[in-house]
């Protein structure tokens, strides 16, 4: 199995979320009292990973991983892949191996998968609500993530259809209106960007008025901020193509076909990350 995410450690990731279920460094922790206490050392498990609905999969190496690293020599047959989308009823991952190892790792790899299927899920959705009011808009993703899982959940989104915006405080600059407020004006802002290297540089508008001193001075990327559609369309229309356009705030399937239509590069949505519920899905075991 090859899992490979920029800036992402697998490893360190399963050894460190095992770690925390098993109360490793805590006195009398360090182990699965209930699988060691009920399960004989030798015994075997088979079992069957499936979806109880209709979801977009994200997560399954993570999972192989989960029980590999307990059980090396655990059979694992994969039967869908990340970015698949798969009915009520589907089987994802069929497996047989020591029945304490899969025991012990089980409830952490079915977090990871529920997670990230959830968030996979709800970006199918809004791509496909969006594509009501554009073909052409496409879907980002924000910051609002987890600590500790940005990489990890902005690789659903991606299964789910969208693309990620910047992964982080590093990778572009985003003007908001406190940095607006400090440097004085939209335009200073930019420019200050611009002076220090800065590529690509993103500013938040939130009036029309807006718009000309940001890209005069040198923006590459609005994000249009709470604002109407009819409103997005005119400053799609006062751009004219020379940056790109993104509607921000208010997004939810209701609405998002309309921001979409404003004719709009991009339309960002934060509660992919934020508010994606957990996908139903489940791993029974039969003893061998």
Not at 30 to 50: K, L, N, Q, W
Not at 56 to 81: C, K, M, N, W, Y
Not at 118 to 140: K, N
């Amino acid at each position: 199995m090859t899992f490979a995410l920029p800036g992402f450690d697998i490893d360190k990731f399963i050894r460190d979320t095992l770690a925390e279920d098993l109360g490793e460094g805590i006195e009398g922790g360090g182990r699965d009292v209930t699988s060691e206490s009920v399960i004989p050392a030798d015994a075997r498990f088979s079992g069957v990973m499936d979806s109880r609905e209709g979801v977009v999969i994200a997560g399954l190496p993570l999972a192989e991983a989960f029980f590999r690293h307990l059980d090396a020599q655990v059979s694992i047959e994969t039967l869908v892949s990340d970015g698949d989308a798969v009915a009520a009823g589907s089987d994802l991952m069929k497996l047989e191996g020591n029945a304490r190892a899969l025991l012990t790792a089980e409830r952490s790899a079915l977090n990871i998968v529920q997670h990230l299927s959830g968030i996979a899920t709800m970006a199918r959705d809004y791509v496909a609500a969006m594509r009501v009011g554009s073909e052409e808009c496409t879907l980002l993703d924000t910051r609002k993530t987890l600590p500790g899982l940005r990489v990890l959940e902005k690789y659903a989104t991606r299964m789910g259809g969208a693309q990620n915006h910047r992964m982080g405080l590093w990778d572009a600059a985003m003007i908001k209106d406190n940095h607006v407020a400090v440097a004085g004006s939209v335009g200073e802002a930019v420019r200050r960007a611009l002076e220090a290297g800065v590529k690509p540089i993103i500013c938040e508008v939130d009036r029309l008025d807006q718009i000309e001193p940001a890209l005069e001075a040198g923006a590459h990327h609005l994000l249009l901020d709470n604002m109407a559609p009819e409103t997005l369309r005119e400053a799609v229309r006062m751009v004219d193509g020379r940056a790109a356009t993104e509607a921000s705030g208010g997004i939810n399937l209701e609405t998002i076909a309309s921001k979409a239509a404003s004719g709009v590069d991009y339309c960002s949505v934060g509660r992919l990350t934020q508010s994606a519920p957990a996908a139903d899905i489940g791993l029974d075991f039969t003893p061998l």
